[in-house]
T-cell receptor, first 113, second 115 residues
């Protein structure tokens, strides 16, 4: 069965520092992968997605992610974090014919001034 | 395009009461999903509609839960005889599948608290 693992429950970075959030997936075929961000008490906002093609995907708010099939990973990166990036980040993979999303448990990002 | 909307945003109820949530998808999106998110967890799939047909239900969706999407537009999720374990954020998402993409857009969610 498809699954997503986000190994880091909580990460703290300093404003202006670089960021990498890890995501590993389990899927038999070519996966459709997503990163969403959730601010407290809010719904999920799409940051970026990978369906096929170029393995380096650009998203909104300066985020990017790289699909590495050999490592079953889809890590999210940002070169310089802003205080407004503090939120919870979810990686997801499409599972099944209905395209339902299977989410990881999320990584909570805190940004220090 | 006003995005996915959900109503109410918050609901507090007593155990044993029935509650109903509404989701209005992005217009012309033919696919609609319900998810449940508990504290500290990622969203978990509950059910899926393609137009008005309910095509998949998770085993998380007990017989106290029912969802509808009449006429393939808005959807409702009803929970009967609520239990404290039903306390969660209920998220709705919609999408339109074409040849190359099928991206789900989420609403703000309905937070349910069962006392």
């Amino acid at each position: 069965a498809q699954s997503v693992t986000q190994p880091d429950i909580h990460i703290t970075v300093s404003e202006g520092a670089s960021l990498e959030l890890r995501c590993n997936y389990s899927y038999g075929a070519t996966p459709y992968l997503f990163w969403y961000v959730q601010s407290p008490g809010q719904g999920l906002q799409l940051l970026l997605k990978y369906f096929s093609g170029d393995t380096l995907v650009q998203g909104i708010k300066g985020f990017e992610a790289e699909f590495k099939r050999s490592q079953s990973s889809f890590n999210l990166r940002k070169p310089s974090v802003h205080w407004s990036d503090a939120a919870e980040y979810f990686c997801a993979v499409v599972g099944g014919a209905t395209n339902k999303l299977i989410f990881g448990t999320g990584t909570l990002l805190a940004v220090q001034p | 395009d006003t995005g996915v909307s959900q109503d109410p945003r918050h609901k507090i109820t007593k155990r044993g009461q029935n509650v109903t949530f509404r989701c209005d998808p992005i217009s012309e999106h033919n696919r609609l999903y319900w998810y449940r998110q508990t504290l500290g967890q990622g969203p978990e799939f509950l059910t899926y509609f393609q137009n008005e047909a309910q095509l998949e239900k998770s085993r998380l969706l007990s017989d106290r839960f029912s969802a509808e999407r009449p006429k393939g537009s808005f959807s409702t999720l009803e929970i009967q005889r609520t239990e404290q374990g039903d306390s969660a954020m209920y998220l709705c998402a919609s999408s339109f599948r074409d040849l190359t993409t099928d991206t789900q857009y989420f609403g703000p969610g309905t937070r349910l608290t069962v006392l």
